[in-house]
T-cell receptor
Framework: DVKVTQSSRYLVKRTGEKVFLECVQD?????MFWYRQDPGLGLRLIYF???????EKGDIPEGYSVSREKKERFSLILESASTNQTSMYLC??????????????FGPGTRLTVL | DQQVKQNSPSLSVQEGRISILNCDYT??????FLWYKKYPAEGPTFLIS?????DKNEDGRFTVFLNKSAKHLSLHIVPSQPGDSAVYFC????????????FGKGTRLHILP
């Protein structure tokens, strides 16, 4: 079974702090994604990565950056946390599109609260 | 502009009856569709998918129907069970494009006893 783990389930930070959210997958997937989920807004893509050292902006990259130094690990960084970044953050991984299997496998999520 | 639309934020269905969750899309290039299920405080899990070359795919109690001319798909759950209470996300992707999938905003399904 694919396993995607996220470093924290719950996190509380203060405005202006630098926040690191870590995600690790154990299935050698090339693709990794960071989403945030907010009520009424669904899942919105922040950043994604197709390979080590590669990153692409998603729909809402502002205020975030990412790092992918190893294939299995994809980090989301909030350079200076703000209250509007309070959200559920979800990491996912997938294989490249082949055989039309686009299934993304998600981690359990990190509920981040910025005070 | 929302390319994948789930117009019902919530739906309540009696246990044992059929649950029908709907999804509309605007991009005619979408050729692969997925449904994900999400419980509170957990990540979404893949439920079922359908390729645009088909109009129906069935997996146990779950069936997805695709109407390409109407750009509409639906997820049927028969019979509905208490454990089906969750948020359901519809998602779509385009072949020969990047590996992103586009999610709808989700529908919260409540199964009533």
């Amino acid at each position: 079974d694919v396993k995607v783990t996220q470093s924290s389930r719950y996190l509380v930070k203060r405005t202006g702090e630098k926040v690191f959210l870590e995600c690790v997958q154990d299935m050698d997937h090339e693709n990794m994604f960071w989403y945030r989920q907010d009520p009424g807004l669904g899942l919105r893509l922040i950043y994604f990565s197709y390979d080590v050292k590669m990153k692409e902006k998603g729909d809402i990259p502002e205020g975030y950056s990412v790092s992918r130094e190893k294939k299995e690990r994809f980090s989301l960084i909030l350079e200076s946390a703000s209250t509007n970044q309070t959200s559920m953050y979800l990491c996912a991984s997938s294989l490249p599109k082949q055989g039309r299997s686009d299934t993304q496998y998600f981690g359990p999520g990190t509920r981040l609260t910025v005070l | 502009d929302q390319q994948v639309k789930q117009n019902s934020p919530s739906l309540s269905v009696q246990e044992g009856r059929i649950s029908i969750l709907n999804c509309d899309y605007t991009n005619s290039m979408f050729d692969y569709f997925l449904w994900y299920k999400k419980y509170p405080a957990e990540g979404p899990t893949f439920l079922i998918s359908i390729s645009s070359i088909k109009d129906k795919n069935e997996d146990g109690r779950f069936t997805v129907f695709l109407n390409k001319s109407a750009k509409h798909l639906s997820l049927h759950i028969v019979p509905s069970q208490p454990g089906d209470s969750a948020v359901y996300f519809c998602a779509a992707s385009v072949e020969d494009r990047d590996d992103k999938i586009i999610f709808g905003k989700g529908t919260r399904l409540h199964i009533l006893p």
